[in-house]
């Protein structure tokens, strides 16, 4: 049974900063895993921001010099489908078609994708892992077998995305949005890794929210391609 929580849909960036400043608070996007977590009793959360009727964060649209600008909001299947991503950048276009069920990708958005929990079943169970404050990771000694092989120290988990491999790959940038000030971050530079910080999946801090990834014009004759053995 998910716990009770206050819900906020602000209708611009800016409404929805100021209510994560005034107040500790979740990002609520599509909510394919945020809910699940809030579930399971993963973590819990006084209050929920939605970011559903911001328009300024959804969409695909090309860039002046070639690229593409992929709002936060913007669907997995919108990426999938999309002729203008699969044009272009096809490891994309294919990653997002990965991604879950049909159903999954229809709600669940790129944004998201790019910031879900680890599916570990330690952190997602009830064990005192060190990714939820505790003093070990279960993974090293437990049942391993869909863990990680390299850079595993602190944490075995891997991060569950399809999408941030092929951006990260394609030399996509998030814009961030904060309370001061907006910044720009590398893809490839988004995700902490266990060893920095066993806590974070991600470099947004409490108050900042994701708005946009940033896709730079392809090399001319450029071929890409995702391919995922599971």
């Keep these: 049974m998910i716990p009770k929580f206050t819900y906020s849909r602000p209708t611009s960036v800016n409404e929805a900063l100021a209510i994560l400043n005034d107040r500790p608070a979740l990002i609520h996007g599509g909510g394919t895993d945020l809910l699940g977590c809030l579930r399971e009793g993963v973590f819990t959360a006084d209050t929920l921001v939605s970011l559903s009727s911001i328009n300024e964060l959804k969409g695909v649209r090309e860039t002046n010099d070639g690229g593409l600008r992929i709002g936060a909001l913007a669907t997995v299947a919108e990426i999938a489908?999309?002729?203008?991503?699969?044009?272009?950048?096809?490891?994309?276009?294919?990653?997002?078609?990965?991604?879950?069920?049909?159903?999954?990708?229809?709600?669940?958005?790129?944004?998201?994708?790019?910031?879900?929990?680890?599916?570990?079943?330690?952190?997602?169970?009830?064990?005192?892992?060190?990714?939820?404050?505790?003093?070990?990771?279960?993974?090293?000694?437990?049942?391993?077998?869909?863990?990680?092989?390299f850079g595993g120290d602190m944490c075995y988990i891997v991060h569950p995305s399809d999408t941030a491999p092929a951006l990260a790959s394609l030399g996509a940038v998030c814009r961030i949005s904060g309370?001061?000030?907006?910044?720009?971050?590398?893809?490839?530079?988004?995700?902490?890794?266990?060893?920095?910080?066993?806590?974070?999946?991600?470099?947004?801090g409490p108050d900042e929210i994701l708005t946009e990834i940033i896709l730079p014009a392809p090399a001319k004759g450029l071929r890409t391609s995702y391919r995922k053995v599971r």
């Design 81 to 149: 489908t999309s002729k203008k991503v699969a044009a272009g950048f096809t490891a994309l276009a294919e990653a997002a078609s990965e991604v879950a069920s049909p159903q999954l990708r229809n709600q669940g958005n790129i944004g998201g994708n790019l910031c879900q929990k680890p599916r570990c079943w330690y952190y997602r169970g009830h064990f005192d892992c060190i990714r939820k404050g505790g003093d070990k990771c279960f993974a090293f000694e437990g049942e391993n077998q869909y863990h990680c092989i």
């Design 179 to 204: 309370p001061a000030a907006s910044r720009s971050v590398a893809v490839e530079a988004f995700h902490v890794s266990p060893t920095e910080d066993p806590q974070r999946e991600t470099v947004l």
